[in-house]
């Protein structure tokens, strides 16, 4: 952490845009809510979770208990589902109103395109998909002008090869959305207690503009983002048929199976599978990369990973620059060998 | 011409073509080794621009924000039957983050006139914000799909559209005009027209030419890639480049990919067996 010296001029609140997901609250939405409550209790302020639609009062008290010292709900019944307009409006007129010196939310598809439209009418600075998130200070090299107890927000750029330090000196809220699977879940305490604030929002219906008109959900079937091992496959495997040998791998290790971009472009293995920048973030404790060369855009999605074994007949692979354990050779053959030498150990 | 579509591009450094050639000795990334790509997503974009083209009928413009050399996207665009191209340059729009891009690109939008719809990529590879579109959309104060994979109806006032958002799919629909952000999943960008790279590979931005010429016979054979500043959009300086901006970058680091304990197994059964004992051993399996 840097420390900081100067006094802390904040007044705002910390707030999280608290998604939900049907009834339920989105899980990224209280990973961000943990690093929310850091950062303020740094800032001496109090965090506020910001909650829309109906049948949120079960849900407030939840958002408390993982955190929050307040929850603001806004009520309209033109923000039962999500939609880009409405929801822009009645959260730049509540932060208007309230005035918060941050406003996070998760990196979701929602997320992501709400935090832009609201940054945008507001006129402030947003970073987007942070991995971290700190406070510390900053001089503006042309002036001289020291801003202190801002927020930092780190983010990877440049296809993952710089991670670069952003921030907001001037305007407020200093928004940022949060990479999913960055931040971790805090504890829930039960026995929290904090305000509930009810706010009937202005919202018309000509605020309405788009509308939903059908969903299709996909069961998340794997779980990739909590398993302790999880065996990949990239190109190398060649052929949809070989890439069983990586499912065998993994029911074997009692991992999951997760895959690279250019596999589940050539039809592999799903979309679901897909580790990596435009996939999912994993870190681990062992992760088995079999055929995979190691695109900067599947390292980022897996490179924090407790231990990585690399198995690719190109000894010069960027993977095994970032592998603990290196075997140059032909995943066809290493897999089998892997199989039957555990059979033999595990007796 | 039924729709009036406007296609947003970037030009990239190819950060997907990063590999142990173009990473330095210590590790860290060397950017001179990238080439300059039209953004692929924007290419998504611009396919599906092209495809409303020729079932309805439709008059493309694409326009960049960027240097002089970011013409060259411009081109890419012409091979592939844009209608029209304006290159948006002038060295006060440098180091503009996303809200002062939004601000200089939706002038520009309001400068072509009437629209129906716009279209950009979800995101560009080298920063991945995926904000330019919404906060575009958002100045311009008209509807917003993001994440697009397929449209799947479009009447002259309304849209409706398969969106691809993580947890499943969604059919979203709303009143033209609207801005679409569209995804490498909606479809397969066609390669350039030999026929058109004939015709227009001599095209150029008046601030590419370096005989300091006004462009004048290249501007009769349709040649002239039309350019606009911040003056010819009539554009407040303080609203773009950095002044505009309100985000600061405050420290930049590369990521250092080397360090790590190193161990080469050799892919003989014994290698792997006694890589699988220093697993177990290690707890990795439990």
């Known amino acids: 952490m840097i420390k900081d010296t ?12 608290i998604q939900r997901y049907e009834k339920e609250l989105e899980e990224a939405s209280l990973e961000v809510l943990g690093k929310a409550r ?52 009645a959260l730049c007129s509540l932060i208007e109103d309230k005035k918060p010196s941050i406003m996070l939310m998760a990196a979701t598809p929602q997320g992501r ?45 440049w296809g993952g090869n710089v991670i670069a330090t952003i921030v ?180 | 011409m039924k729709y ?80 029209r191209v304006v290159l948006v340059t002038d060295r006060r729009f440098a180091a503009s983050d996303t809200l002062a891009t939004s601000a200089v690109l939706s002038r520009a939008i309001q400068q072509i006139g009437t629209f129906d719809l716009v279209l950009c990529g979800r995101q560009a590879i080298d920063g991945n914000t995926a904000q330019v579109g919404p906060q575009v959309a958002e100045k311009l104060d008209i509807n917003q799909l993001t994440y697009v994979e397929k449209i799947e109806q479009l009447h002259s006032e309304k849209i409706s559209v398969w969106r691809d958002v993580e947890r499943g799919k969604e059919l979203a629909a709303a009143k033209l005009p609207v801005l679409l952000t569209v995804t490498d999943r909606a479809n397969l960008p066609r390669p350039p027209s030999a026929k058109k790279i004939m015709h227009y590979k001599k095209a150029r931005a008046k601030s590419e030419l370096t005989d300091g010429g006004t462009g004048a016979h290249r501007a009769a054979k349709g040649l002239l890639v039309e350019e606009w500043d911040a003056d010819s959009l009539g554009i407040d300086p303080a609203v773009c480049g950095l002044s505009g901006s309100p985000t600061r970058v405050k420290k930049i680091e590369s990521v250092i990919r080397k360090g790590k304990t190193f161990k080469k197994i050799a892919p003989t059964d014994e290698g792997i067996n006694e890589l699988l004992q220093e697993l177990i051993q290690e707890y990795s399996f439990d």
């Open chain 2, 4 to 83: 009036s579509i406007i296609v947003l591009a970037k030009q990239v450094p190819d950060t997907t073509a990063v590999t142990a050639r173009a990473m330095k000795k210590d590790g860290t990334l060397n950017r001179t080794a990238l080439p300059a790509v039209f953004n692929p997503e924007d290419l998504n974009a611009l396919e599906m621009a092209l495809q409303i083209k020729e079932r309805f009928g439709a008059s493309i413009c694409t326009i960049t924000m960027g240097p002089p050399s970011a013409a060259e996207i411009l081109r890419q665009a012409l091979y592939r039957g844009v209608d």
């Open chain 1, 113 to 157: 395109d709400l935090a832009p439209r609201i940054a945008s009418k507001l006129r402030v600075g947003l970073t987007a998909d942070c991995t971290d998130l700190r406070i510390g200070s900053y001089t503006d090299p042309k002036t001289g002008k020291k801003h202190n107890n801002i927020l930092l927000q780190i983010r990877p750029a």
């Open chain 1, 38 to 89: 850091q950062l303020a209790e740094k800032l001496q302020v109090a965090v506020a979770g910001i909650i829309v639609g109906e049948h949120s009062e079960g849900l407030a008290q939840h958002i408390i208990e993982y955190g929050a010292h307040r929850v603001y709900v806004l009520n309209s019944v033109y923000l039962r589902g999500y939609t880009s307009s409405a929801y822009t409006k």
């Open chain 1, 6 to 17: 100067g006094k802390s001029k904040q007044t705002g609140e910390v707030w999280v845009f």
């Open chain 1, 168 to 347: 907001n000196p001037q305007t407020r809220p200093q928004m940022a959305t949060i990479r999913e699977g960055m931040m971790k879940l805090p504890a829930r305490n039960r026995a929290a207690r904090g305000e509930v604030v009810h706010i009937q929002s202005d919202i018309e219906r000509a605020d309405i503009i788009t509308t939903i008109l059908q969903q299709q959900h996909v069961a998340r079937t794997v779980n990739l983002k909590q398993a302790p091992i999880i065996v990949a496959g990239g190109a190398g495997l060649g052929t949809k048929e070989n890439f069983q040998l990586v499912r065998e791998l993994a029911r074997l290790f009692g991992a999951e199976v997760g895959a690279t971009r250019a596999a589940v472009d050539a039809g592999f293995s799903g979309h679901e599978h897909q580790i990596g920048q435009t996939g999912i973030t994993v870190r681990p404790k062992l992760y088995i990369a079999c055929g995979i060369s190691g695109a900067v855009q599947h390292l980022a999605g897996m490179e924090e990973s407790g231990r990585i074994v690399a198995i690719n007949t190109d000894p010069e692979a960027p993977i095994f620059s970032i592998a603990h354990y290196g075997i140059v050779g032909d995943v066809r053959e290493v897999i089998p060998k892997l199989i039957r030498n555990y059979r033999i150990l595990s007796h």
